[in-house]
């Protein structure tokens, strides 16, 4: 995938050759960032991309910013007709105030296939009845086990 700095910033990177996903970077030319409980905000990654034809790029949290820094990624789909800078929207869903610096690590990015499909308006669904059925959430826990604060 070709990318294009367009802020000083270093270049996105895998954790590991077999990381999935390519992380995301504060650019060197931005103050510290306070996220207070409950914020958002969004942080330009100073990074354009050329998403390839047939693909979007799609967001995720990073496992040690979700769980040590309570961070969470929104708007999390790259399009492949965006040519802008890509921006990270970041929400705090902890009780603390969170500090981002220059530099941090913060969300994570999977360039991933997408079947442009036409929706179809039909009278009714055939599909072969399942298990689950309509069931929503929770409809598969096993509620015996569940307990409750």
Known sequence: MKVQRVRKVKLPTRGTPKSAGLDFYVPD??????ISPRQSVVIPSGIRVEVPEGYALIAFNKSGIAVKKHLYV????IDEDYQGEIHIHLTNVGSTYVYIHPGDKIAQFILLPVLYSQVEEVDELHKVPTERGTGAFGSTDNKDNLKYC
């Open 29 to 34: 030319d931005h103050a510290d960032y306070c």
């Open 74 to 77: 929104g708007a999390c789909v």
